[in-house]
């Protein structure tokens, strides 16, 4: 697999990462992106935005953090309904290193038949030296 380099623009704007998902994901860890090293994640913008409600008979959710931690910026954020759901983690929002970004659905329950949105995390990089 190739190594995905941090995203950064040259000028002072909110930057983002942006991750299609679908019941047809369920279970599958899926890579956003890696954003740089200092960089402030955006808890209000962030999170995941439902376009056609997941449908799983017991438990249709979406996790979003890190590789290292899958749910350390979102917890079971609720996909069963069309919506804009965001982050709901109490943790650090500003990054140490270049972090690896990533988004898991989770449905549970008879099989989903439909279900699909965006996961988005927007940040803004340590550029204002």
Do not use: C, W
């Not at 609720?78 to 929002?93: H, K, Q, S, T």
Request: overall charge negative.
């Amino acid at each position: 697999m190739p190594t995905i380099q941090p995203r950064e623009y040259y000028s002072q704007q909110i930057h983002y990462l942006r991750k299609s998902i679908a019941y047809t994901d369920d279970g599958t860890e899926l890579t956003m992106g890696v954003i740089p090293s200092g960089s402030l994640i955006l808890k209000a913008l962030s999170g995941v935005n439902v376009d056609v409600a997941f449908n799983a008979g017991t438990t249709n959710t979406v996790d979003m953090g890190t590789d290292a931690d899958p749910n350390l910026y979102g917890t079971a954020l609720a996909a069963g309904a069309i919506a804009f759901v965001p982050l709901d983690e109490a943790v650090a929002m500003t990054v140490a290193a270049d972090t690896t970004m990533t988004v898991t659905t989770a449905l549970t329950g008879a099989a989903a038949t439909a279900g699909n949105g965006e996961a988005v995390i927007a940040y803004i990089p340590d550029n204002d030296g």
